[in-house]
Nanobody
């Protein structure tokens, strides 16, 4: 499966963005027990877990730093996962990647499929 992340951009602190992760080549529904996650990577830092969702049950998981501000969701018909980001802070700046694997994990190295990343820049 190929993942395509989009929706990044430049936004002022306190603003909102919605990221999309579209799958092509194969539907997430054909992968039993798969989850989709978002990670972000700031310059010079490791790739950190942001949020995840299980495709079948739509269970959601969030990093403490984004709880209450970000919402992950999925549209089965569109084979797409979204990350709604509200009340953005300067520290949310980075390249956001979507990824997929069987089962939920917050560890980037455990993911099998990755999108190309989309830049999110939050300015003051």
């Amino acid at each position: 499966v190929q993942l395509q992340a989009s929706g990044g951009g430049l936004v002022q602190a306190g603003g909102s963005l919605r990221l999309s992760c579209a799958a092509s080549g194969r539907s997430f529904s054909t992968f039993s027990g798969y989850a989709v996650a978002w990670f972000r990577q700031a310059p010079g830092k490791e790739r950190d877990f942001v949020a995840a969702i299980t495709w079948s049950a739509s269970s959601t998981y969030y990093a403490d730093s984004v709880k209450g501000r970000f919402t992950i969701s999925r549209d089965k018909a569109k084979n797409t996962v979204y990350l709604q980001m509200n009340s953005l802070k300067l520290e949310d700046t980075g390249v956001y990647y979507c990824a997929s694997r069987r089962g939920v994990s917050g560890v980037a190295s455990q993911f099998d499929y990755w999108g190309q990343g989309t830049q999110v820049t939050v300015s003051s």
